[in-house]
Every structure is written in structure tokens, then in C-alpha cells.
């Protein structure tokens, strides 16, 4: 039976390959979490407040919906982004996305989410690549974005971020 995941975005440069690649890295350390998880999992990508560099304007969105479609492996070649490299990864297939800075307002959730048992500190659970969500959380998250999305074609250059050069 397959898990759904919460994966955890927290630069634009990253978002922007997770999106357009349709894969996801996981960085150095984060062995044990990457290997949650499995082929077939569904997995909501989320954008934390600092994903865009603006944390008093921006909000921790769940900005798309994918499956796992490989197994989590060492990658041949780290993929880095600014200092971190990230080591192991997975093929995703997106199926949907928000537009670029919409998406599901998590915190508004997350008084119904029982993967936050506090919801005064629920942030702290956020400080990982991703989160297992058990399935009445999934489906919440699900039925709450659904309206929110968009076929990925329609939607995926809006993620594509090239770095200024200075």
C-alpha cells in the first residue's frame, strides 16, 4: 500500500529543478528520510516561507501533487544547490501544480492535520526533506488542493528560475 509525502521545498533554485526535472534530492545525512520513500507513493510538494527569499510576504504553500516513480537511490552525481549537495534522489511524475505562488495555505490546515499534534509548534516539524502524512491527513491535503491545480504543462514554466549572474 502505498504512503503520501509532504516533500519540503526551501529554495527557488531547488523548487524550480523539483519541478521542472520532476525529480527530488535529498541532501547528505537525510539517508533514513529519503528512503520513506517508495515507488508509487503519492507525494504534495510544499514551498516553505523562505523558499522565495521573502518570509514576511510569502506563505508555506503545498504548491503540487506527484507519484514517485522510481526508487530512491545514490545519484552518480550530486546535484547542488548553493553550498548543499545533494545525494540520493527519485524520479517523480508531477500531475498538477498551482500557479507560481498560489497554492494550499498550509498553516490554515494544520488545526485539522493530526501529523501536527501541537499545532502551536507545528513549524518544527517542517525541518526535514519530507514528512509522512498519514491517510486522513493525504486526503485533507488532496480534496483542499484539488480545486488549486492545474495540468502540469500548463503551469511548470512558471517554476523555471534562472540565477542572475553578477
Not at 23 to 43: I, N
Amino acid at each position: 500500500m502505498s504512503s503520501a509525502h509532504l516533500l519540503i521545498i526551501g529554495d527557488r533554485a531547488a523548487l524550480s529543478w523539483v519541478v521542472t526535472e520532476q525529480r527530488m534530492a535529498f541532501p547528505a545525512g537525510r539517508s533514513a528520510a529519503a528512503r520513506t520513500l517508495e515507488e508509487g507513493d503519492e507525494v504534495f510538494v510544499y514551498t516553505t516561507r523562505g523558499c522565495f527569499r521573502n518570509p514576511t510576504r510569502d506563505l508555506g504553500r503545498v504548491i503540487g501533487r506527484a507519484r514517485v516513480v522510481s526508487p530512491v537511490r545514490v545519484l552518480e552525481e550530486p546535484v547542488v544547490f548553493g553550498e548543499r549537495a545533494f545525494t540520493e534522489g527519485c524520479r517523480l511524475e508531477v500531475s498538477g501544480l498551482a500557479s507560481f505562488r498560489e497554492g494550499l495555505v498550509l498553516r490554515d490546515l494544520v488545526p485539522r492535520l493530526s501529523v501536527f499534534p501541537d499545532p502551536v509548534t507545528w513549524s518544527v516539524r517542517m525541518r526535514r526533506a519530507s514528512l509522512t502524512l498519514p491517510p486522513a491527513d493525504a486526503e485533507l491535503v488532496r480534496t483542499e488542493l484539488e480545486s488549486l491545480l492545474r495540468p502540469y504543462g500548463e503551469a511548470r514554466d512558471g517554476y523555471r528560475w534562472e540565477p542572475v549572474s553578477a
